[in-house]
């Protein structure tokens, strides 16, 4: 029985054995907003809890998997009363770790499935799922340092090697699917006529085992990471991305900002090496 839940900025379909998150704010290329970050992360609760699911999908509509953090909402961030500047932005931060954190940590296995663009904070959550799939037109890359930020989650150097991690994060580069399947951060790069298709085998497999089997082999995977001082790096990296916001001057902030409000996310893209 197929059952959909909608929000405001997602929607969830519960197919059988398969929970999906779909990333819903077509008009900005599934921006990530402080909205979607909390909507995805009660929707993967809520499909953690449900006994018949065995496997979680997140992916994004209209053609795009997501252009990563809102930028517009980010420079307008409202700032409380005797709030420190510092601590609006960790909130922000701290709300697209939690969904990284949680995919990593789903007692579920979780499957990324990526058309279009996964750029910056949408491509951390699809480094942070156990398995991703992605059609051969996809592009992926962490752009943020183009713009003197950091990834909001530091996965990237736990999936694809140090070496790799370096170009990617000193240039801003962004790649295509068949470059990211060699690296390791797609499974299985397929054409956007066949994906549903691969995708569908996937999880047909996955259902077929034992959920008791699939998240004792999931945690013992990701010990092995955690063993390594994942959880630490991952913390390390936040107060970093922090760290980085304001060493840039003022003026940098502010003329960023205005490209991005004036402009608008999509036209501010097209200016970073994509």
């Not at 909507?39 to 499909?47: F, G, K, R």
Request: proline share 4%; glycine share 4%.
């Amino acid at each position: 029985m197929n059952i959909q839940t909608v929000y405001k900025t997602i929607y969830c379909e519960t197919n059988e054995h398969v929970a999906t998150i779909i990333l819903d704010r077509p008009t900005v290329m599934n921006a990530i907003n402080r909205q979607m970050a909390l909507e995805v992360l009660e929707a993967l609760t809520i499909a953690d809890t449900n006994e018949q699911v065995k496997v979680v999908v997140i992916r994004g509509s209209n053609g795009h998997f997501s252009a990563g953090v809102d930028l517009k909402e980010v420079y307008d961030l409202p700032q409380p009363i005797g709030a420190e500047p510092s601590e609006v932005w960790r909130e922000h931060l701290e709300s697209l770790l939690a969904v990284s954190i949680k995919l990593w940590e789903l007692t579920k296995p979780t499957i990324a499935v990526v058309e279009g663009h996964a750029l910056g904070g949408a491509a951390d959550w699809v480094l942070s799922t156990d398995l991703a799939l992605a059609a051969d037109t996809a592009k992926i890359g962490e752009p943020e340092i183009q713009f003197g930020a950091a990834p909001p989650t530091l996965m990237l150097p736990w999936v694809v090697g140090i070496r790799k991690t370096k170009e990617l994060l000193f240039t801003g580069d962004t790649i295509s699917a068949q470059e990211a399947l060699q690296y390791g951060i797609y499974n299985k790069v397929a054409p956007t006529a066949q994906l549903e298709n691969e995708l569908t085998k996937l999880t047909n497999k996955i259902s077929k085992i034992p959920a008791s089997a699939l998240k004792l082999t999931k945690k013992s995977i990701n010990k092995t990471y955690e063993l390594q001082h994942l959880r630490d790096a991952l913390d390390y990296n936040l107060e970093t991305s922090i760290s980085m916001f304001f060493l840039k001057q003022e003026r940098e902030v502010a003329e960023t900002a205005q490209k991005i409000r004036e402009k608008g996310l999509k036209a501010f893209l097209q200016n970073v090496s994509l």
